[in-house]
């Protein structure tokens, strides 16, 4: 990944994003708190801070996971290397999981550099250390979903751009999935598929409310769809 220009443009870009959005935030932060607001109403830096900050990680990354996962597998089919891959001295879940792994470390880069930037503010004053872990499991968790629903749809085209594509609309439906049924609620098919919605696990861990059944919903997603794209490549392999 390291190897094309993107991951870096992407990676300089995001971490100059992210400092200049932490640095706002905490001027914001003093000039809200200096007096302006009653003692009652003041409200701690690490949620103030730590919401904006991770809010923003979570709708970027909804852009920045299409773009780096649309190439994992398409750019193989689409430069006839693909075959030479299928037939390596390896399996086809070391494959699958080599491509995830590689994106996931390039992902918990971003992630890393945001948790550094948000833990500096603990050199004067004490921060909420579970909301913030709360907010990084949350914030792996859905990277993680994204990354391997990304792999999916790259496996299935030789195109990045169509696989990128069509990355960002699935993820956008499923973020809001619950928003978009809300007018329908009574139905019992309407409740089941909110209850797919990205978004609708992912606010409980962003709020600091960690829950089995939302690491186990994005855990079990994640795996679905690296098993998609394992059947989608065993199937190729097969034709070929």
Not at 149 to 167: D, R
Not at 168 to 187: C, K, P, T, V, Y
Not at 211 to 233: A, E, H
Request: without cysteine; neutral net charge; glycine residues 6%.
């Amino acid at each position: 990944m390291f190897a094309s220009p993107m991951a870096w443009v992407i990676l300089s870009v995001l971490i100059f994003a992210f400092a200049t959005y932490f640095i706002n935030a905490v001027t914001q932060y003093f000039s809200m708190m200096d007096g302006s607001i009653q003692s009652n109403g003041r409200i701690g830096v690490t949620l103030f801070v730590g919401q904006s900050l991770f809010g923003l990680a979570s709708f970027v990354m909804l852009f920045v996971v299409p773009l780096l996962s649309m190439r994992l597998i398409a750019e193989e089919r689409r430069t006839q290397t693909l075959t030479f891959l299928l037939s390596a001295p390896i399996s086809l879940t070391e494959i699958v999981l080599g491509k995830f792994l590689g994106l996931m470390a390039f992902l918990m880069i971003i992630i890393t550099v945001i948790t550094a930037m948000l833990l500096t503010l603990n050199h004067w004053t004490e921060l909420d250390f579970g909301y913030i872990f709360s907010n990084v499991l949350g914030l792996f968790l859905l990277v993680a979903s994204f990354s391997a629903l990304g792999l999916y749809f790259s496996s299935i085209t030789a195109q990045p751009v169509i696989a990128g594509l069509l990355t960002f609309i699935a993820l956008f439906a499923l973020l809001g999935l619950d928003q978009f049924l809300a007018a329908d609620s009574s139905n019992p098919l309407s409740q089941m598929l909110q209850n797919l919605s990205l978004m609708r696990h992912f606010e409980p861990l962003s709020q600091g409310i960690i829950d089995s059944k939302d690491i186990i919903f994005f855990l079990l997603f994640t795996g679905i769809f690296l098993i998609f794209t394992l059947r989608r490549l065993n199937a190729e392999r097969l034709r070929a």
